[in-house]
Nanobody, 123 residues
Framework: DVQLQASGGGLVQPGGSMRLSCAASGFSFDDYSFSWFRQAPGKEREGIACINWGGNSYYSDSVEGRFTISSDNAANTVYLQMDTLEPDDTAVYYC?????????????????WGQGTLVTVSS
């Protein structure tokens, strides 16, 4: 079974940067697409970035141009580089894996989830 562990969250000032990591194990890396979701208090969980085993990446409009998803196959790790952070980016960030190649950003398509890491953007 796929095991995912998200880390790297914390407190950051508006306009700052932060990199999240998702360590994966128990899977065939090239058979999965990996996504980052986030959930702010009282709001629905939303997909914000995805990368598939073909190296294609996709982003939600809310983070396009500010966030970058990448993967290191040798390290079995997926990253989310977050730049120009805004207070509205404050949320618990989750990594997730799916066997679907087309790299959806829909929660219903994911059965494998990490535990989440909290990102707080505040002065």
């Amino acid at each position: 079974d796929v095991q995912l562990q998200a880390s790297g969250g914390g407190l950051v000032q508006p306009g700052g940067s932060m990199r999240l990591s998702c360590a994966a194990s128990g899977f065939s890396f090239d058979d999965y697409s990996f996504s980052w979701f986030r959930q702010a208090p009282g709001k629905e969980r939303e997909g914000i970035a995805c990368i598939n085993w073909g190296g294609n990446s996709y982003y939600s409009d809310s983070v396009e141009g500010r966030f970058t998803i990448s993967s290191d196959n040798a390290a079995n790790t997926v990253y989310l580089q977050m730049d120009t952070l805004e207070p509205d980016d404050t949320a618990v960030y989750y990594c997730a894996a799916t066997s679907l190649y087309y790299c959806p950003l829909h929660r219903r398509e994911y059965n494998n989830w990490g535990q989440g890491t909290l990102v707080t953007v505040s002065s």
